[in-house]
């Protein structure tokens, strides 16, 4: 079946820092890759996505790449803020077979300080 | 534009009490889905209505029951609250189902509690 597996949180950084969070999934063929965002008290928003091996998706100064020789699609950004403080959540979509439903990761909680 | 709206926003229940989590999404879109969200488990798929008329299960369907009203309304229903049944639950829309491209927008979610 289809599972993705993150970083386990809490991650705390302080501002500026460099940010990565783990992503890898399992799947057959080539599913559709997305980071979403959980601020406090809120639902879930889309961050970015990838739709095929090598693809970058890029929003608000995060990355990631879709990297199908090691199946993963790491987020990164290169300075946090402290308004970055979320949850993330890695998911994906297959590309058969499984319509438009998401499978997500567990979710990785990010705190920056100052 | 509202986007996706679900009432309410907070429940406590007893055990064994019934209710019904509205959701409504007002951007015309074909599919919705019910989520719920538990601490370390990331969000699990409960049913969703891939257009209006139809209804399936998805991961967790147990102690649920769903009404795909009209084509903006899609209603989650316990008939028997349990206490396993406490969590944050999230309906989601998409514009069309058998797509990997599109974006599903979530609700600010239903905090239920069962005592």
């Known amino acids: 079946g289809n599972s993705v597996t993150q970083m386990e949180g809490p991650v705390t950084l302080s501002e500026e820092a460099f940010l990565t969070i783990n992503c890898t999934y399992t799947a057959t063929g080539y599913p559709s890759l997305f980071w979403y965002v959980q601020y406090p008290g809120e639902g879930l928003q889309l961050l970015l996505k990838?739709?095929?091996?090598?693809d970058k998706g890029s929003n608000k100064g995060f990355e990631a790449t879709y990297r199908k020789e090691t199946t993963s699609f790491h987020l990164e950004k290169g300075s946090v803020q402290v308004s970055d403080s979320a949850v993330y959540f890695c998911a994906l979509i297959p590309l058969t077979g499984g319509g438009n439903k998401l499978t997500f990761g567990t979710g990785t909680q990010l705190k920056v300080e100052l | 534009n509202a986007g996706v709206t679900q009432t309410p926003k907070f429940q406590v229940l007893k055990t064994g009490q019934s209710m019904t989590l509205q959701c409504a999404q007002d951007m015309n879109h074909n599919s919705m889905y019910w989520y719920r969200q538990d601490p370390g488990m990331g969000l699990r798929l409960i049913y969703y209505s891939a257009s209006e008329g139809t209804t399936d299960k998805g991961e967790v369907p147990n102690g649920y029951n769903v009404s795909r009203l009209n084509k903006r309304e899609f209603s989650l229903r316990l008939e028997s609250a349990a206490p396993s049944q406490t969590s944050v639950y999230f309906c989601?829309?998409?514009?069309?189902?058998?797509?990997?491209?599109?974006?599903?927008?979530f609700g600010p979610g239903t905090r239920l509690t069962v005592l």
């Open positions: 990838a739709t095929k091996a090598d």
């Open positions: 989601a829309s998409s514009a069309i189902e058998r797509s990997s491209y599109n974006e599903q927008f």
